[in-house]
Structures are given as C-alpha cells and as structure tokens.
C-alpha cells in the first residue's frame, strides 16, 4: 500500500484510540510467529495496534519499518511503544477520507 495521508492518518488514529494492542513484540523481537500474527489480525480487522514490550532488544522505528514492508501494510502512529498498523483488505471495512 502507498503512504496514507494526513488526513487518513488522522482519521485512522481516531478509530485506533479506542483499540486495545492485539499483538504484543517482547524479547524474540519481530518472528515469523509474531509477522504471522499479525498478517492474520490485519486480514480481519484491517486496523490493528501492536504492544512493544520493554524487553524487546529492537528499536520500535526498526520494527514499524520492517512491518510495514513485511505485510504491506503503512503504519498510522507510532506512539511510545505503541504501532497503529493499517492495511485495507478486499473489503475495505474501514473506508478512508
């Protein structure tokens, strides 16, 4: 997917505000397990929030930078050690401004 723009940035922190993380990255770092997962929960949910945990030795923009390019998704919001990832599936459940 190609960047978002400001405006559909902002739109999809609004809805994200209210998610609870679904996927959490500790100390194996980014996995196949953990890329897995989180292909799974976008083709679902197509806005998911990923949880950074203290003990991952990864640094978060790494990690935004890898998901995205892993699952062709565009990363939202990177907010402390929280990712908003959004990825559009054929659907399109979340419509975009």
Do not use: F, W
């Not at 083709?43 to 949880?51: V, Y």
């Not at 923009?61 to 959004?86: D, H, K, P, S, V």
């Amino acid at each position: 997917m190609n960047k978002l723009t400001g405006k559909q940035a902002r739109h999809l922190r609004a809805l994200g505000h209210k998610l609870k993380p679904v996927v959490m990255i500790g100390k194996e770092a980014l996995s196949p397990a953990v890329l897995q997962a989180c292909k799974e929960q976008l083709a679902s949910h197509e806005l998911i929030k990923i949880r950074i945990l203290e003990n991952c030795p990864q640094d978060r923009r790494e990690i935004a930078t890898e998901l995205q390019r892993e699952t062709g998704g565009c990363i939202a919001q990177i907010l402390g050690r929280t990712l908003l990832l959004y990825l559009p599936g054929p659907d399109q459940l979340i419509p975009l401004p």
